[in-house]
């Protein structure tokens, strides 16, 4: 079956980074769209990026752009989602995406 273990969250202070992994498994990787999602507290569940099956497409929410750098190594069945100059803001559950299977999440905290 279609899995998504993502990897990588934490407690970063402002400013700081971070790099989420997601490892696919169950589909063929290097002909998937892959994407990230957020869920903060309280608030509905929203993109942050997609890349598309070669990597050479991508897209961001304006929220993160110019901050984070979504990235894909298909040799490796592995999404990244490189997080820069992290805000307090960007505090939520991070989701790996594939067609309509989510991953279980991992938590990102921005806070001193």
């Known amino acids: 079956q279609v899995q998504l273990v993502e990897s990588g969250g934490g407690l970063v202070q402002p400013g700081g980074s971070l790099r989420l992994s997601c490892v696919g498994s169950?589909?063929?990787?290097?002909?998937?769209?892959m994407s990230w999602y957020r869920q903060a507290p309280g608030k509905q569940r929203e993109l942050v990026a997609g890349?598309?099956?070669?990597?050479?497409?991508?897209n961001y929410a304006d929220s993160v752009k110019g901050r984070f750098t979504i990235s894909r190594d298909n040799a490796k069945n592995t999404v990244y989602l490189q997080m820069n100059s992290l805000k307090p803001e960007d505090t939520a559950v991070y989701y790996c995406?594939?067609?309509?299977?989510w991953g279980q999440g991992t938590q990102v905290t921005v806070s001193s």
């Open positions: 995406r594939v067609s309509l299977t």
């Open positions: 169950g589909f063929t990787f290097s002909s998937a769209y």
């Open positions: 890349i598309s099956v070669a990597g050479g497409s991508t």
